[in-house]
């Protein structure tokens, strides 16, 4: 597949995505204008309100024209904040793009290893260890885990903040250590499913041919596995990764308010409370495209890291 052709699949990809957001915020039950003056407002100030809102054109003229300030940079402003929406957006990235990226780093730091570990000793005791805590990480919700760990770590021990950020300003260390929680409570799931992705791609890989004859060679068991077998598996494992990266970022709505963290999914949250229809419609297109691009590239780089596509291509 080219890479025209792949251009050609995430834009359209990225169409529809952005169609569906704003039909599904469009067809929503209540009116954004009355719900913002309040219900005892007069009607000649909603309609007005709605024409200053741009909602009593028909949809598609509305999707055309805010999809055309998408473009642009232009997402519109918040009914809520009064504020453009790309600036409020940029703010609260500062949370959650570091607590995604720390939380899949965890989760591919632990997974890796322990699945490598798990394939190498198939059928033994550390097997059987990986896979019993893969299953016991999988079996717990990263909600019941957040508020365990607020309790163990903030209230008993009192190791670490029990929510909220300090912001950047305060230093590195301040700012990664009131992420630490949330991160950890958001990658333990994903990296119980990660580990058993990796087990099974790469005891599946063990069985080729070619590792069999690494092995003949005189080639460690280990050396076999990461030389030979693991390069051959990372096409499912960062498949997996990017999909992951899609429930982190959905995770953070929930893991971000248990937290007290102002990043993108507690605003989200708030947006659906205040009924604040381009903010949500902004910070759904906004994930929705980030998910898309990191599925993307995760594709592009497991076709880039598997020997037999390249040497096909």
């Known amino acids: ?130 896979q019993t805590a893969a299953q016991v990480g999988l079996s717990i919700p990263a ?47 994903q990296a119980s499913i990660l580990t058993r992705i990796v087990r099974t791609a790469v005891t599946e890989a063990m069985d080729e041919d070619y590792v069999a004859l690494a092995r003949a060679k005189g080639r460690r068991e280990a050396g076999a596995v990461i030389v030979h077998a693991l390069p051959n598996a990372w096409a499912p494992i960062l498949t997996i990764v990017g999909m992951q990266f899609g429930f982190l970022v959905a995770g953070a709505i929930v893991i971000e308010t248990v937290f007290n963290l102002p990043g993108l999914g507690r605003l989200l949250f708030q947006a659906v409370a205040q009924r604040d229809v381009t903010l949500v419609q902004g910070i759904c297109l906004v994930v929705v495209a980030t998910v898309v691009v990191v599925n993307a590239l995760c594709d592009a780089i497991a076709a880039w890291t598997n020997p037999r596509q390249r040497s096909a291509a």
């Open 1 to 130: 597949m080219g890479a025209l052709t792949r251009l050609a699949q995430l834009l359209g990809t990225l169409l529809v995505a952005s169609a569906i957001v704003f039909v599904a915020m469009s067809v929503l039950p209540g009116d954004a204008a009355q719900l913002r003056l309040g219900m005892n407002a007069e009607p000649e100030a909603v309609a007005a309100l709605r024409a200053e809102m741009g909602l009593d054109k028909p949809v598609p003229e509305r999707f055309v024209r805010w999809l055309g300030g998408v473009a642009t940079g232009d997402f519109g402003m918040s009914g809520t904040y009064d504020v453009p929406v790309v600036e409020l957006m940029a703010e609260r990235a500062e949370v959650s793009v570091p607590l995604a990226l720390l939380a899949l780093a965890l989760s591919v730091g632990v997974a890796l290893p322990m699945g490598l570990l798990a394939a190498i000793r198939r059928g033994r005791l550390p097997d059987r260890l990986v």
């Open 143 to 189: 909600l019941w885990l957040g508020l365990l760990f607020i309790y163990t770590f903030a209230v008993y021990l009192r190791w670490a903040p029990s929510g909220g950020f300090p912001g950047w300003q305060a230093g590195l260390w301040p700012g990664l250590g009131a992420l630490a929680l949330p991160a950890i409570a958001l990658a333990i799931p």
